[in-house]
């Protein structure tokens, strides 16, 4: 915003002995996926919902989990469904930077074919009066282009 004041242009202030140092913060960093890489790059590059499933007890978990928290043991990669049912829904009405969705959209859990648990994403229904819990949804994915590794580069529809 170019009429913004920058604060780090202004006289510090006082408040009960303390002198207070107006400043911006902006922080760029890397964080690394570590063992769950492999869903990301998935998604990126292939638009594949990766989960992991316990070699101990079945347990099969989305969003992935390396380690299985009942048996603790490592768990093994899994390709996912994409077709679920959704568990709630809502419509979300205020803007985050972040989203490429207009608001407003819905959003919901969705619990994959075969998961444990459902997953919180985001719901693009033709017509938003069709959502109701145990609506059977398919993934759609972002287009190559525009899709960067993060979970908002697929998103669910009813199932036809
Ligand atoms: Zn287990």
Not at 9 to 38: C, N
Not at 66 to 91: A, K, L, N, Q
Not at 107 to 112: E, M
Request: glycine share 6%; aromatic share 12%.
């Amino acid at each position: 915003m170019p009429d913004e004041i920058d604060p780090r242009l202004e006289p510090i202030r006082e408040k009960e002995g303390a002198a207070l140092m107006p400043d911006r913060w902006k922080v760029d960093y890397l964080a690394s996926m570590g063992e769950l890489s492999r869903f990301y790059i998935e998604l990126k590059e292939n638009a594949r919902l990766m989960g992991t499933r316990c070699p101990a007890c079945g347990s099969v978990y989305f969003w992935p989990r390396s380690w299985c928290h009942d048996c603790y043991v490592d768990c093994e990669w899994v390709e996912m469904p994409p077709r679920g049912t959704i568990t709630i829904f809502g419509r979300v009405d205020i803007s985050l930077s972040e989203m490429r969705t207009e608001v407003p959209f819905y959003q919901g859990g969705v619990l994959l074919e075969g998961a444990r648990y459902p997953v919180i994403a985001i719901l693009k229904p033709a017509d938003p009066a069709v959502l109701r819990a145990g609506l059977p949804v398919q993934a759609e994915f972002l287009p190559p282009e525009e899709r960067t590794g993060r979970t908002r580069d697929f998103y669910f529809v009813p199932e036809e």
